[in-house]
T-cell receptor
Framework: DTEVTQTPKHLVMGMTNKKSLKCEQHMGHRAMYWYKQKAKKPPELMFVYSYEKLSINESVPSRFSPECPNSSLLNLHLHALQPEDSALYLC?????????????FGQGTRLTVV | GQQVMQIPQYQHVQEGEDFTTYCNSSTTLSNIQWYKQRPGGHPVFLIQLVKSGEVKKQKRLTFQFGEAKKNSSLHITATQTTDVGTYFCAGEGNEKLTFGTGTRLTIIP
């Protein structure tokens, strides 16, 4: 199984809503990532988890809250988002966080904030 | 912070023509990876280059890593319609992978 599975595929939420994005991998990877991608732009790193601990937070606003319940799961909790947060949110995993191995990306969650 | 630029931003080619995208980093990289993202899809890993001056080939794709480990290129020979998509380089530095700005390739059949 070389897949990273993200749910939901699409999400529309209001600015006062609370929602969560989920990501799962069963490749035994110990590093997991959240990226944000706006249209026609490259993916931008948000968070890195290494061995279930948050190792990098790219100065992401607190309305985005990551969580890594175990080595296979990664969540991104969303609260009080703004319309400019609308984007494709990509989860990725790699063998470890030394960055010398390929990253496997999920299909992404296309988020629209209204 | 680290910046990774790619040129051109867009490239339209006739099917069968060659295509090249260039990647330049503001800092020296530990390694460079290349990804392809089809329209509406997610990035898919193509290859990783680690050594200075390294050249790798995958069928019609040729990847190079510069001697100074600050630039890279991807060359596609005889493009096909299946090559459509955005090609991103991604450079590793400061324990992070920074994606380049991408080159969007469209093919005219």
């Amino acid at each position: 199984d070389t897949e990273v599975t993200q749910t939901p595929k699409h999400l529309v939420m209001g600015m006062t809503n609370k929602k969560s994005l989920k990501c799962e991998q069963h490749m035994g990877h110990r590093a997991m990532y959240w990226y944000k991608q706006k249209a026609k732009k490259p993916p931008e790193l948000m968070f890195v988890y290494s061995y279930e601990k948050l190792s990098i937070n790219e100065s992401v606003p607190s309305r985005f809250s990551p969580e890594c319940p175990n080595s296979s799961l990664l969540n991104l909790h969303l609260h009080a988002l703004q319309p400019e947060d609308s984007a494709l949110y990509l989860c990725a995993s790699s063998q470890d966080d030394r960055m010398n191995t390929e990253a496997f990306f999920g299909q992404g969650t296309r988020l629209t904030v209204v | 912070g680290q910046q990774v630029m790619q040129i051109p931003q867009y490239q339209h080619v006739q099917e069968g023509e060659d295509f090249t995208t260039y990647c330049n980093s503001s800092t020296t990289l530990s390694n460079i990876q290349w990804y392809k993202q089809r329209p509406g899809g997610h990035p898919v890993f193509l290859i990783q280059l680690v050594k200075s001056g390294e050249v790798k080939k995958q069928k019609r794709l040729t990847f190079q890593f510069g001697e100074a480990k600050k630039n890279s290129s991807l060359h596609i020979t005889a493009t096909q319609t299946t090559d459509v998509g955005t090609y991103f380089c991604a450079g590793e530095g400061n324990e992070k992978l920074t994606f380049g700005t991408g080159t969007r390739l469209t093919i005219i059949p």
